[in-house]
């Protein structure tokens, strides 16, 4: 599958701290290649939200404070990756999803028809020819 | 000058994967029909060492009543025992102690899954399997459940006894490799561990109180949750332990830790696209062995097991590995022609109930030296107590944090120590108590402790080949990388290792392995089997000279690869996927 086409999948759900939700965290960030390293959560947390992350791991990054602002950060990431698009999910959705699949196949396909899909009109841009003369 | 060496191929061809025999000489009794045992036993070639897991829910699906050739012939393993008894076979039991990665419901009779595993992240829990199946993972933590495994393992035991089955039983410990080391399956956040969970907490409060201990009262800190976390994960797991231990007593051999490669959550998210990383799956394969967990590619489909990956788990895992771990015979036994892991260091970290940010030897930079340049030959023992035997070999380097220091780990300590054996102690957080402890026994053995600046200041004392040495960890905290691994090449040259140190290049794999000599080798000490894997899709070069105490013997199992060898230097060009493995006889 060429990376153009490919799908970025977040998982989202409440943020807990001292036992109180205070906010969205992202849990698992994921295309193709895996879990999206910290390195490059950091990075693009830190252009969004403008401080460091509370909460940063290999594929797992927050807090944000709504979901519009994970919405901003998958389409920023979502860029910076190459990916076609993102698919955003909630955490209840993707037990729900997971619970009712039986091959992955089954599971990738409803993460990303029941996501929430944003597209990332720079995709399929980055060919050879955007690449010389950009 | 290129001399002609001994290229011999010693591995068996691999026998093609399928459901029955999904990988390392697992055989899955339930996937084929019973009249097919012998003729499938027959074809098994390599090894004469049959790995039966018990599929708990073949068995039974309530876990109240129970089939053992009752009903179905396939669940009738007096009969399985008994064709490869004939066939010459040995057959190994495997009873699972937390959920199985491979089994659908993690193994779970129908009636009792009925609480979905929950991870740290509130993300219901499964694994890919072979094929590409979801084996979704119910708690173990339900009551329901444990009750429930205590019928199954008498049940059991019961008809092994019964039936006169002596064959060995282990309990399974099933895990997945991350960047945290094994990672057991029976890990939980569901609402049955919850609950469960809270039960503790308040019978934690009474039995504080009742003690006098007054600052809990039942309000925890992040630290007191995570170390009664914890307490409440060994407590439900020592009952699955003792629950095997007591029902299979007539067979029970112990307990194993065994790491399902291809089940860490990045692998999951990469295979939920069908993709592999094969680099990545070498990588934990040997993790695992570094972590005395037996690495399985039971998850993987056989296709990524015709090339390097099949390779390293038949030499390093089915030949070597698992031969030691289940073997009746000693290594001392002259005959004996399997190599076993070789390991220089015995290492043993934070025990669970330390605040989890305490510095470590990760955070001291132990395990990026100990990668770099002793290549997998440590073992990472993790929180596992610390046991003196006198069989022990005296010729590791042991290592161990000051702050975990209780009565029975000193006493081990200085046992080893006092036997000849080799002991890096870091102080920070030992308790006054021993450190004054330490300070008498040093003096009541009138015993010279050497003081040296290195970095931190070093104290050093020698009891004939024993040898102690204590630093101070958090002097190493504001060192940087470089810094870091210059202090422990200068701390660890100082112990005769004997170790042959190559820096291969990235991407390229080096383990070692070892045997005794037999009797055309007595001119050396023991014989080392250098193992050198390139999983990457690069061709790679690599180069090294030969010590004078080391003696090349022959070249085995080449794959892919070009071998030049000179007088005092080795020359190997690896294509894709190209390994081979050089054995050398090693003298002082």
Same mark, same amino acid.
């Given at each position: 599958m060429s990376l153009e086409k490919s799908i970025l999948t977040i998982i989202y759900g409440p943020y807990q701290k001292a036992g109180r939700i205070e906010g969205q965290e992202i849990m698992s960030v994921f295309n193709e290649n895996g879990l999206v390293d910290e390195t490059t959560l950091d990075e693009e947390y830190l252009e969004v939200v403008n401080h460091a992350p509370g909460v940063l791991e290999e594929g797992a990054v927050g807090p944000f404070n709504d979901l519009e602002v994970i919405q901003k950060f998958s389409f920023n990431l979502c860029q910076k990756l190459g990916n076609h698009g993102a698919s955003l999910v909630s955490l209840d959705d993707y037990n729900e999803l997971l619970a009712a699949s039986y091959k992955v196949e089954d599971l990738?396909?409803? &993460?990303?028809?029941?996501?929430?899909?944003?597209?990332?009109?720079?995709?399929?841009?980055?060919?050879?020819?955007?690449?010389i003369f950009n | 000058m290129l001399n002609e060496v001994d290229l011999s191929l010693t591995t068996p061809v691999i026998r093609d994967e399928d459901a029955v025999f999904p990988g390392e000489n697992w055989f899955f009794y339930w996937k084929t029909s019973a009249s097919l045992w012998r003729s499938k036993i027959e074809s098994m070639t390599g090894?004469?060492?049959? &790995?039966?897991?018990i599929n708990w829910s073949f068995h039974s699906e309530t876990g109240d009543s129970y089939d053992f050739a009752q009903e179905k012939p396939e669940t009738d393993l007096k009969r399985l025992v008994?064709?490869?008894?004939?066939?010459?076979?040995?057959?190994?039991?495997?009873?699972?102690?937390?959920?199985?990665?491979?089994?659908?419901?993690?193994? %779970?009779?129908?009636l009792l899954a009925r609480t979905p595993m929950v991870d740290g992240r509130g993300r219901y829990k499964a694994f890919v399997d072979q094929d590409g199946t979801l084996n979704k993972m119910f708690s173990f933590f339900d009551p329901r459940v444990y009750k429930s495994y205590g019928k199954f393992t008498r049940e059991l035991g019961q008809y092994f006894s019964q039936m006169g089955i002596s064959?060995?039983?282990?309990?399974?410990?099933?895990?997945?490799?991350? &960047?945290?080391?094994?990672?057991?399956? %029976?890990?939980?956040?569901?609402?049955?561990?919850?609950?469960?969970?809270?039960?503790?907490?308040?019978?934690?409060?009474?039995?504080?109180?009742?003690?006098?201990?007054?600052?809990?009262?039942?309000?925890?800190?992040?630290?007191?949750?995570?170390?009664?976390?914890q307490e409440f994960l060994n407590v439900i797991r020592s009952v699955y332990a003792e629950s095997c231990e007591s029902g299979l007593s007539g067979n029970w051999e112990g307990s194993l830790k065994v790491g399902f490669i291809g089940g860490s959550d990045d692998d999951f998210f990469r295979r939920l696209n069908q993709k592999d990383r094969i680099t990545s799956y070498t990588f934990d394969l040997l993790e695992s062995l570094s972590l005395n967990a037996l690495p399985t590619s039971l998850l993987l489909p056989g296709r990524l097991k015709k090339g390097i990956l099949g390779r390293m788990f038949n030499q390093l895992v089915s030949q070597s590995f698992s031969e030691h771990l289940f073997s009746e015979h000693s290594f001392e036994d002259e005959g004996l022609a399997h190599f076993k892991p070789k390991r220089f260091f015995e290492v043993f970290d934070l025990t669970s109930d330390i605040a989890p940010d305490t510095v470590g030897w990760a955070d001291l930079g132990l395990w990026d030296y100990l990668q770099k340049y002793y290549s997998w030959c440590y073992s990472d023992q993790g929180e596992t107590p610390f046991v003196w035997r006198e069989d022990s070999d005296m010729d590791k380097i042991f290592f161990?944090?000051?702050?975990?220091?209780?009565?029975? %780990?000193?006493?081990?300590?200085?046992?080893?120590?006092?036997?000849?054996?080799?002991?890096?102690?870091?102080?920070?957080? %030992?308790?006054?108590e021993y450190q004054k402890k330490l300070e008498a026994f040093f003096l009541e053995n009138d015993l010279d402790v050497e003081k040296v600046k290195v970095t931190t200041t070093i104290y050093n004392a020698n009891l004939g080949e024993g040898r102690f040495l204590i630093f101070q960890g958090d002097d190493l905290l504001d060192l940087d990388d470089k810094k870091i691994l210059e202090f422990w090449h200068k701390v660890l040259t100082t112990f005769k290792t004997n170790h042959l140190m190559v820096l291969p290049p990235e991407g390229v794999q080096v383990t070692w392995r070892v045997r005794g000599c037999n009797t055309n080798e007595l001119t050396y000490e023991e014989v080392r089997r250098m193992d050198i894997y390139n999983p990457s899709s690069y061709k790679k070069k690599m180069k090294f000279s030969i010590p004078d105490n080391f003696r090349l013997l022959k070249v085995v199992d080449e794959e892919k690869v070009t071998f030049h060898h000179g007088q005092k230097e080795i020359e190997i060009d690896f294509l894709p996927e190209g390994s081979l493995s050089l054995d050398f006889g090693v003298f002082s």
């Open positions: 990738k396909q409803k &993460l990303e028809e029941k996501g929430s899909f944003i597209k990332n009109p720079e995709a399929g841009k980055s060919g050879i020819f955007n690449k | 090894s004469n060492t049959l &790995l039966v897991p008994s064709i490869a008894d004939e066939l010459g076979k040995d057959i190994i039991f495997l009873v699972p102690m937390s959920p199985c990665p491979f089994l659908p419901n993690g193994g %779970l009779p129908s064959s060995d039983v282990w309990g399974m410990d099933c895990g997945q490799i991350s &960047l945290d080391g094994f990672q057991s399956t %029976l890990r939980d956040f569901s609402p049955v561990f919850q609950q469960g969970f809270g039960r503790f907490i308040a019978t934690k409060k009474d039995e504080l109180s009742a003690q006098g201990e007054n600052d809990f009262d039942g309000v925890m800190t992040p630290d007191q949750e995570h170390r009664f976390s161990f944090h000051g702050i975990t220091m209780n009565q029975k %780990l000193f006493h081990n300590i200085l046992k080893t120590f006092m036997s000849g054996g080799k002991v890096i102690l870091n102080r920070s957080g %030992l308790s006054r």
